[in-house]
Nanobody, 132 residues
Framework: QVKLVESGGGAVQAGGSLRLSCAASGFKYKTLCMNWFRQAPGKEREGVAGVDDDNREKYRDSVKGRFRVSKDNAKNILYLEMNDLKPEDTAMYYC??????????????????????????WGQGTQVTVST
């Protein structure tokens, strides 16, 4: 059974740090394309960070220089190191994955400087709350 499990969320003060993890299991193919997304109350879901087919990191503009995405390909774990957190980073954070052997899904959405495709698999999310 395909599963994505996020962890590491919590409540921090502005300027603090958190490290999110997303563990993937049950996938047929070893190499997955994985991205981080977030959704704040009353807002649409937005792409945050990911690793593309060339193992290049990509970020939405508002988190560049503060967030760092990394992936352990051997274990299929995606990480998101978040530093200098701001209240506007408050959201439920989700990881998404695709197991197409041809690589990451074709980019179909671009906003905030971040482009991403349609991911078929999603985790349940981990809440990040940043207070002033």
């Amino acid at each position: 059974q395909v599963k994505l499990v996020e962890s590491g969320g919590g409540a921090v003060q502005a300027g603090g740090s958190l490290r999110l993890s997303c563990a993937a299991s049950g996938f047929k193919y070893k190499t997955l394309c994985m991205n981080w997304f977030r959704q704040a109350p009353g807002k649409e879901r937005e792409g945050v960070a990911g690793v593309d087919d060339d193992n290049r990191e990509k970020y939405r503009d508002s988190v560049k220089g503060r967030f760092r995405v990394s992936k352990d390909n051997a274990k299929n774990i995606l990480y998101l190191e978040m530093n200098d957190l701001k209240p506007e980073d408050t959201a439920m954070y989700y990881c998404a994955a695709d197991q197409d052997p041809d690589g990451c899904p074709e980019s179909r959405h671009c906003e905030g400087g971040f482009c991403y495709g349609n991911f078929p698999y999603w985790g349940q999310g981990t809440q990040v709350t940043v207070s002033t």
